[in-house]
């Protein structure tokens, strides 16, 4: 976080006096991966969601199928609002859950970064990660590590992708110095 000073113009009150205000800077990967997370996770969950319900209601209402058309209409129109109720319940645990899953993601992998271990950032954030996952869900131990294993095999996946990020841009700037 930093605190920068910036002088605002002067109001009639305060002709002399300097003003200061306030910055905080987030890094953009705090609010942006996280949200991108619980996107998908509202889509999941809206998908799965109104599909359970959907199931659940025609289980639930087999034994009693309507008999007239408006009887259908209501069946349907039931149905239907049911599947909606689900989807948007099932989608806002969803979001949060993968909401959160990625925000302790980030947050294990800047504190590696500031603590100075950007070099294995990526996989540690993933074997932490998968840690709480395991932690919070209580997970027995081979599946906790199968979790792991899974965590370390993400999180060098990610270190890969932002050495060929970090590859491609000295190459690009290799040859914008060689074309200039």
């Given at each position: 976080m930093s605190v920068s000073e910036s002088r605002s113009r002067p109001s009639s009150s305060q002709s002399s006096n300097e003003s200061y205000s306030v910055h905080v800077e987030i890094p953009p990967r705090f609010y942006l991966l996280p949200g991108g997370a619980m996107c998908i996770g509202t889509a999941i969950g809206i998908v799965?969601?109104?599909?359970?319900?959907?199931?659940?209601?025609?289980?639930?209402?087999?034994?009693?199928?309507?008999?007239?058309?408006?009887?259908?209409?209501?069946?349907?129109?039931?149905?239907?609002?049911?599947?909606?109720?689900?989807?948007?319940?099932?989608?806002?645990?969803?979001?949060?859950?993968?909401?959160?899953?990625?925000?302790?993601?980030?947050?294990?992998?800047?504190?590696?970064?500031?603590?100075?271990?950007?070099?294995?950032?990526?996989?540690?954030?993933?074997?932490?990660?998968?840690g709480v996952f395991a932690g919070v869900y209580r997970l027995p131990w081979r599946t906790a590590s199968r979790a792991g294993l899974l965590g370390v095999l993400v999180g060098i996946s990610m270190r890969t992708v932002r050495w060929g990020k970090e590859r491609l841009a000295e190459e690009a700037q290799a040859r914008n110095q060689a074309s200039q």
């Open positions: 799965r969601g109104s599909r359970a319900a959907g199931l659940r209601f025609l289980a639930e209402n087999a034994h009693r199928p309507p008999t007239t058309v408006r009887g259908w209409y209501f069946y349907n129109k039931t149905k239907n609002y049911k599947m909606l109720l689900g989807g948007l319940s099932k989608a806002g645990t969803d979001s949060a859950k993968l909401g959160f899953t990625a925000l302790a993601w980030v947050t294990l992998e800047e504190g590696l970064n500031r603590v100075g271990l950007s070099e294995i950032g990526e996989i540690g954030a993933g074997v932490g990660t998968a």
